[in-house]
Every structure is written in structure tokens, then in C-alpha cells.
């Protein structure tokens, strides 16, 4: 099986670190999508063009892979009796939801992992109200303190009409959750803008936010070159902004996200293995190398329920065994799927991508640039090596916008 011939867990965070001036940080989007600035990096040299432009340096016949998750208005604000206000961050549902979507189109009640502002004026227990129009009718949405966890609350929320979905009723009584960086309350716009034109599978508490440059005009420049667009889902949950505050990477525990693939999406990725295969985002860079992982425990323990088939943190790192080829692992996972009746893994993802990691599937890489001193940037790090900092203080140097409504850049693989 596959190892990585070094241990990120030695890591320290501080050498993945930069000076990130407040002003550097995109705090609006610019008005048109596609024409924020793009940064490509290709075999240590870099240049500029905008979003615009893209097609012309991804390789005509090749596969581009987004991550087609959408962001739910994840932020409800309660008013106590007294006036205080109470805001629930709905973070994710408990593990009794074997999956997001079957979460997320619960009817009239449902329990969920949420952050608490203002726990302090809320006693477990104690119910809050929020009434609000909808249509001709109105919806009256309760929440209830269940009790604490060890960074994170226990909800239960429930609502009238009972008949509607959670999706529906978050769309009414939630407000979109920008990240803590961008520094403003949340306008109108931001319900279209922190969201990508293709995103259609509800889940996320945060964008994949490479995908915000994308337009149908790209979309169609992309089907002149006849590159395949394909998607994949992962849930982006709030950990994504998590900071690492440990010396080393051994103590920083890496979140786990909803992951959903198509055994139509896995059977693309395996005709695409010998061409170019660019991800878009992240969120599809672990998601696509999870894939990998999976159809590597699949071949060791074709046995294992699929409820326990799961990419754990550390998993690439030691996992023992002779190495296992991209196509063989792919194949195993959908033999794996096939022999279990199923038509999609759906499962759970915690996969730390950081330098000494290997890289299974992609060839490029689009993304936006990262926090200083994040797993992103450490992602970042892992795929073009230490020209990075060459990369970010360019990008600082030439005033390129920073972070989730900023600009972004193309990185080929080293």
C-alpha cells in the first residue's frame, strides 16, 4: 500500500506562514465573475491573465472537476424576551444522518451539531422562537439547547408548516455564513456571489470558493476545447477556517466533511488517469485523492461495511504495504461499490494533504490564495513544492485580491 516517504505531523505551522496586510483581503467580489486576475505557475514560472481567459491553458480533451456543493444560509438569529440576541451556526447534522442531504430534507424537526454567539444567555433546556412570512403563511421555527459538546452545541430545531424541509426553511430564516475574515455584515448580493453558478447539492457552510470565478461563457469556451466537465460533492464545513494553533501538525485535528461520488464520476476519473486532470478547488483535490484512499482500504478490506469506510487523517502516512496504482485503487472502489449495491460513496472525509503527501489523481490545480498558517496553504505546499512563498509574495507584490472573494491562481503539479 501507498506510503508517503515523510511524516506531516512533524511539521511546524510557522513555516507556513506570510504577512497578509488587512487591505490584501478581498472583502467584496469584483462585478464580473470571470474577471478576476489569474496567477498560473507552471514548471517555476509564473504569469499572469484573468479568469476569462482559463481555456487557454487547460489542454483541449481533458477533464476539469468541480465540486458542485451548495451553501445553505447556515446563520439563524434568535431574539430572547429580554432583547439579547442568540445566533446558531448550523454546523453539521449528528452521526444518527447517515448523510447530508438526508439531513437536510428532514420535515418539522431535526437535531444538529451547531457554534453558539451568546451561549452564555441561553440555559439548556430553554426554547427560542422565530416567527417569519413565508408566502401567505408563516413559519414559526423553535430551537432547543440540548446540551454542549466539547467545542460545539447540540440543537434541536423544529418548525410549522411541518411539511417543509430543513433546506427550506434555512433558505427562509438563515442568513448566508460569509467567513470570519470578510469583515462586513452580509448584503443581499451575497446570497448569488458566495455561491457558484453550478452549486445545486445543499450542505455547505462555506463556497468552494475557486468555483466563484467560473461563467457560462468559460463553461462554453471549455466546450469548444472539448474538455469534459465532471462534479463531485463535498460538504465545506466551517473547520475549513479552523486556524492551526499547535506547534506542529500532530495537534491539530483536521475536520471530517460529507463526501458524495457517482460511480459515473469515478469510471470518468479512471478514463482521464493517462491525460490532464484538473481540479477545481480544494474541496475537489481531497475529494478526488479521498477516492483514492478509499479504493486502496477497499482492496485491503473488501469486507468493510460501508458505514466504516472512511478517509481518516493520517491515513496516507501510515498506511503499510506495497503501493497501489491510481487505476487499481479506482477499480477496487467500484467493485467494492457493485458488490455492495451501490451506486455512490457517500461517506466521510479527513484527509490531510500537507508536504510529503503523494498525489494519486490530479494534475492541476485551481484555487483562490489561502490564510496564513492554514491546511490549505499547507495544501498548496504539498502540490508545488516550496515555490509557494515565490508564489504568494508575487501575488502580494502585484496587488493580486486575497482569500474567498479575491483572486486566484492555476498551479501544475511539481
Known amino acids: 500500500m501507498a506510503v508517503c516517504p515523510m511524516h506531516p505531523k512533524d511539521l511546524s505551522v510557522h513555516d507556513f506562514t506570510y504577512e497578509l496586510p488587512e487591505q490584501k483581503i478581498a472583502r467584496y467580489p469584483l462585478p464580473e465573475r470571470d474577471s ?36 445553505v444560509a447556515a446563520r439563524l438569529l434568535f431574539q430572547k424576551p429580554t432583547g439579547a440576541v442568540v445566533e446558531i451556526f448550523c454546523l453539521e447534522p449528528p452521526p444518527q444522518y447517515a448523510d447530508m442531504t438526508t439531513a437536510m430534507t428532514q420535515k418539522g424537526q431535526v ?8 451561549a452564555s444567555k441561553w440555559k439548556p433546556g430553554q426554547i427560542l422562537e422565530k416567527r417569519m412570512a413565508w408566502n401567505d403563511d408563516e413559519i414559526v421555527l423553535q430551537a ?6 466539547k467545542d460545539s452545541f447540540s440543537i434541536e430545531l423544529s418548525w410549522t408548516p411541518a411539511s417543509l424541509t430543513f433546506a427550506e426553511v434555512l433558505q427562509v430564516a438563515g442568513n448566508i455564513p460569509l467567513p470570519p475574515y470578510i469583515k462586513r455584515t452580509v448584503e443581499q448580493t451575497d446570497s448569488e456571489r458566495y455561491q457558484t453558478i ?6 455547505s457552510v462555506a463556497a468552494p470558493t475557486a468555483g466563484l470565478h467560473f461563467t457560462d461563457a468559460v463553461f462554453k469556451a471549455f466546450d469548444q476545447k472539448q474538455v469534459h466537465l465532471e462534479y463531485v460533492t463535498l460538504h465545506v464545513g466551517a473547520g475549513t477556517f479552523k486556524p492551526v494553533k499547535s506547534e506542529t501538525m500532530s495537534g491539530h485535528p483536521m ?30 483535490l481531497r475529494t478526488v485523492e479521498s477516492l483514492y484512499w478509499l479504493g486502496v482500504k477497499a482492496t485491503r478490506q473488501p469486507d468493510c461495511p460501508p458505514e466504516e469506510l472512511v478517509v481518516h487523517q493520517w491515513d496516507p502516512y501510515e498506511l503499510n ?30 484527509l490531510l494533504i500537507a508536504p510529503g503527501y503523494t498525489f494519486r489523481i490530479p494534475n492541476a490545480l485551481v484555487t483562490n490564495f489561502h490564510q496564513p498558517q492554514s491546511t490549505l496553504l499547507l495544501l498548496v505546499a504539498a502540490f508545488i513544492g516550496a515555490d509557494w512563498r515565490k508564489l504568494y509574495t508575487y501575488a502580494l507584490e502585484n496587488d493580486f485580491r486575497f482569500l474567498s472573494y479575491g483572486d486566484g491562481c492555476l498551479l501544475f503539479r511539481h
Open 36 to 71: 478576476s486576475r489569474l496567477l498560473i505557475y507552471k514548471e517555476g514560472a509564473i504569469q499572469e491573465d484573468i479568469y476569462r481567459n482559463i481555456p487557454q491553458y487547460v489542454a483541449a480533451g481533458s477533464l476539469l472537476l468541480f465540486n458542485n456543493t451548495r451553501v
Open 111 to 118: 437535531t444538529w451539531i451547531c457554534l453558539i454567539g451568546g
Open 144 to 149: 432547543r439547547y440540548l446540551g454542549k459538546e
Open 198 to 203: 453550478y452549486a445545486n447539492a445543499e450542505g
Open 255 to 284: 475536520h471530517a466533511e460529507f463526501i458524495d461520488v457517482s460511480i459515473d464520476t469515478i469510471n470518468c476519473l479512471l478514463n482521464y488517469l493517462d491525460k490532464q486532470i484538473t481540479v477545481v478547488g480544494t474541496t475537489s
Open 321 to 350: 504495504g506495497d503501493p497501489v496504482p491510481a487505476k487499481t485503487a479506482l477499480e477496487n472502489l467500484l467493485n467494492y461499490l457493485q458488490q455492495h449495491q451501490l451506486d455512490r460513496i457517500i461517506t466521510k472525509t479527513s
